[in-house]
């Protein structure tokens, strides 16, 4: 991996500057949905992003998660600057560096829940005794060991979230990046996924981004950032109050749509 950290000398994990994208939809027609988003997400932090529907959420996610390109601006991960880095050495950092967590769970079907948490590291290069190992552990950390063999749509919804956070964890990734991942599930199913993200915060250290529609799940995290039309238009800095425990009160944020 190329370190090409000219003109930023922070030690953030993540650091985006100015980061516009565009979507050009035919010749003449481009639809700008991020406009110049700056950024700074520090090691260990457990950060959620909210916002109305299209605002761009989903968009930014990617970007963070390099599965997409921003249009312009800068981006640092871990000092490295993605711009400067190849396509295949991306995939690399994505596979390592990078678990992914989506509403849709995004497992493979027809495949065994220990065989999706083995993929990444397979792509990884891992050796299969070592693969399946790790699996096991890992579906045991999210008490999933007594479903390894069941493929996804033997699962129920909650289970199969468990088994996609599972497998975000194959490769020990320093980021958590969950889209959504409460968004499919009934709220005790999802309280018991958000426990998940807590564990591997404190546990583990794991730097986390959430975006959640859930007011109450984003107040448990550090930081809340709220998105409206492609721009952050507020940051506010927890400790808003404990995980698992009901809000004092309900002010605790401002009355915006969260
Ligand atoms: N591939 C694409 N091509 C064109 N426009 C897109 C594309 N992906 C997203 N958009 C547009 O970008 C805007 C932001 O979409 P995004 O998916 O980031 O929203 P979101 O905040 O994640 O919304 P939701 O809460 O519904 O998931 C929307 O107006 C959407 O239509
Ligand atoms: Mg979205």
Known sequence: M?????GW??????????????????TDHELEVLHGIGLEVNDGEFVSIVGESGSGKSTLMNIIGL???ATSGRY?????DISAVRESALCTIRNRQIGFVFQTYNLIPRTSAQKNVEMPMLYA???????????MALLQMVGMEDRAKHNPDELSGGQRQRVAIARAMANDPAIILADEPTGALDSRTGR??????????????KTIILITHSKPLAEETDRILTLIDGRITREQQGPFRAHGVPAPDSETLDSDPV
């Not at 000398?9 to 035919?26: A, R």
């Not at 290069?125 to 699996?135: I, L, M, S, T, Y």
């Open 2 to 6: 190329r370190n090409d950290n000219a």
């Open 9 to 26: 000398t922070g030690n953030s994990i993540i650091h985006l500057e100015g980061i516009t994208k565009s979507f050009y939809l035919g």
């Open 67 to 69: 599965l997409d390109h």
């Open 76 to 80: 640092f991960m871990e000092g490295v």
């Open 125 to 135: 290069g891992v050796r299969p005794q070592e693969r399946a190992e790790r699996a």
């Open 192 to 205: 018991s996924v958000m426990d998940l993200f807590h564990r591997l915060h404190e546990e583990e250290g």
